[in-house]
């Protein structure tokens, strides 16, 4: 599933392979990626125009522009992959890494589509399905991005109440990014309960978990997505700790298949 870091990897794709370019056609015939809009509307909106800066807060993505255009709205959802491909064959894509990769020149699940004066096509490629295209998107309800938020944003997110820690990481209203397998290896490297409430957490623990969450984050990136992080290569049934050899435990909390080392991340 694209968390932070695959997202920020398809935003940069689109800055650096498709802003300036004049849009020819857009194809927005799937009703579902690109609702509430019927077909037609996003095309009528930016054929003429151009992107001309790509946007990310946690999980989205926006671009905007030309002529006081609208802005539009990029979510990659649990599959998606932002491709970008010109007419000589080039191509440069990111976001979700599937891990079978994608054969050059397949375009079969492509939800969305912007055709460029030059030939050049961007596209949403989801097999799933399960992406989001729209204009103008809320982007004031999300939190603060968690690779911008402050020590006294980070702990007011936290906040008070019997919500477990990990619920709390994966509200994209109180800070935005954070995903299911980021949140593990963040607590993973914390050495804390994902279960933990967090009126229990201490100000060293807070501060422990900040930590942990900047280099997590910082760390996926440069290396290409979270599926490159320690300990999300250990969340399976025979999978044992990093640190200290211990079989890893299973649990639910947030709603999220969660897994964790029983022994230094005691509850």
Same mark, same amino acid.
């Given at each position: ?115 460029? &004066?030059? #030939? =050049?096509?961007?596209? %949403?490629?989801?097999? !799933?399905?399960? *992406?989001?295209?729209?204009?103008? $998107? ?83 990136? &440069?290396? #290409? =997505?979270?599926?490159? %992080?320690?300990?999300? !290569?250990?969340? *399976?049934?025979?999978?044992?700790? $990093? ?25």
């Amino acid at each position: 599933m694209p968390e932070l870091p695959e997202v920020e990897n398809a935003r940069s794709v689109i800055a650096r392979a498709a802003l300036d370019r004049e849009v020819v056609d857009v194809d927005d015939h799937d009703t579902w990626v690109c609702r509430p809009h019927p077909p037609g509307e996003i095309r009528a909106a930016l054929v003429g125009r151009r992107l001309t800066v790509a946007h990310r807060r946690g999980k989205s993505m926006w671009c905007e522009t030309s002529g006081d255009g609208p802005v539009l709205g990029i979510h990659l959802g649990m599959s998606g992959k932002i491709v970008v491909a010109d007419p000589d064959g080039t191509e440069v894509d990111g976001g979700d890494y599937w891990e079978r990769g994608r054969a050059p020149g397949d375009f079969r699940y492509s939800r969305f589509a912007l055709t460029f &004066a030059d #030939g =050049g096509r961007l596209m %949403l490629v989801d097999p !799933r399905r399960l *992406g989001r295209i729209r204009l103008d $998107p809320p982007i004031e309800l999300l939190g603060p991005d968690a690779t911008e938020i402050t020590p006294a944003q980070f702990r007011a997110m936290l906040g008070r109440g019997t919500a477990p820690v990990k619920a709390r990481l994966l509200d994209q209203h109180a800070i935005a990014g954070i995903g299911n397998l980021l949140a593990d290896d963040i607590l993973w490297r914390a050495r804390m309960h994902p279960g933990k409430p967090v009126d229990d957490l201490s100000a060293d623990e807070v501060a422990a978990l900040l930590r942990a969450t900047r280099y997590a984050i910082r760390t996926s990136v &440069a290396g #290409g =997505g979270v599926h490159t %992080l320690e300990i999300v !290569r250990m969340r *399976g049934p025979d999978a044992r700790c $990093p640190r200290d050899g211990t079989p890893m435990s299973h649990g639910t909390y947030g709603g999220r298949s969660t897994w964790f080392c029983p022994l230094d991340q005691r509850l």
